[in-house]
């Protein structure tokens, strides 16, 4: 299996850049076992690589959400161990679909930065079609979804084609919704009903203010984790035992 340290390395300072916070942050958010510890090279400089940075992009999510730094380690802790950059990302992007819906305008030149490297035209339509971003009517502006654009941008180099991926999100989309809709049923009837009828129990508000503060994050963990298992299984059955698709090398 293939691990990070294969693919390209970043110093600390590189890491920082790329993820757009402070090495300070990047040290502290080691010391508490936020991130994994770099591979420490030649003269005893420390590299990163893609798990780092999807990490801190998941930490940065967990935070705009409004959890504190202790139930962020709570989180993290909860997740599956040897989870890969691919899988944080995935995580990065559902917890990152609960927050109310934000765009921002910039043009080719920070877009490139922020996704690490030059991007096309036909890169350009594949995030658009992946809803990462929207062309404007200047040339060279763009309404980008910064929550998806680092999941994006690793989805490019994957041999699937224009319309492929737009049915795929099609399918993810409907299959979201359907499930936002059942659960949030779920909760009305079994959840917020008996609440409404028992709201003058100091006790049970408490309780309810408690679920509604961190359901959330948990319901995004237990979907993540669920869709994983499934597809796994699904690509088990369709392609072997191996549950990789044709070509790929093993997992």
Do not use: N
């Not at 958010?29 to 798990?51: F, K, M, N």
């Not at 030149?109 to 404007?136: C, F, H, K, N, Y």
């Not at 979201?176 to 009837?189: N, Y």
């Amino acid at each position: 299996m293939a691990t990070e340290t294969e693919g390209p390395t970043l110093t600390v300072d590189e890491l920082a850049a790329r993820a757009g916070v402070t090495v300070r942050t990047i040290r502290f958010y080691g010391t508490r076992g936020l991130l994994p510890p770099p591979r420490i090279g030649p003269r005893r400089v420390g590299h990163y690589g893609a798990e780092h940075l999807s990490r801190l992009a998941l930490i940065e999510e967990l935070q705009h959400q409004g959890m504190t730094l202790a139930a962020i380690e709570r989180y993290l802790e909860q997740l599956p161990p040897g989870l890969s950059a691919q899988d944080l990302a995935i995580h990065r992007a559902l917890v990152a679909s609960w927050a109310p819906e934000s765009s921002e305008e910039t043009c080719l030149r920070e877009l490139e930065r922020r996704a690490g490297r030059p991007l096309s035209e036909q890169d350009i339509d594949r995030l658009a079609a992946m809803g990462v971003l929207e062309r404007t009517a200047a040339p060279d502006v763009f309404r980008l979804d910064g929550g998806l654009l680092r999941l994006g941008v690793e989805l490019l180099d994957v041999p699937i084609a224009h319309e492929t991926i737009l049915a795929s999100r099609t399918v993810l989309l409907e299959h979201a919704r359907s499930a936002a809709q059942q659960l949030t049923r779920l909760f009305r009837d079994e959840v917020w009903g008996p609440y409404r009828e028992r709201e003058s129990d100091p006790d049970h508000v408490a309780a309810m203010k408690s679920l509604s503060a961190h359901m959330q994050p948990m319901v995004v963990q237990a979907l993540v984790t669920a869709f994983q298992r499934s597809l796994r299984e699904e690509l088990r059955a369709a392609f072997g035992s191996g549950g990789g698709m044709p070509g790929s090398r093993p997992g």
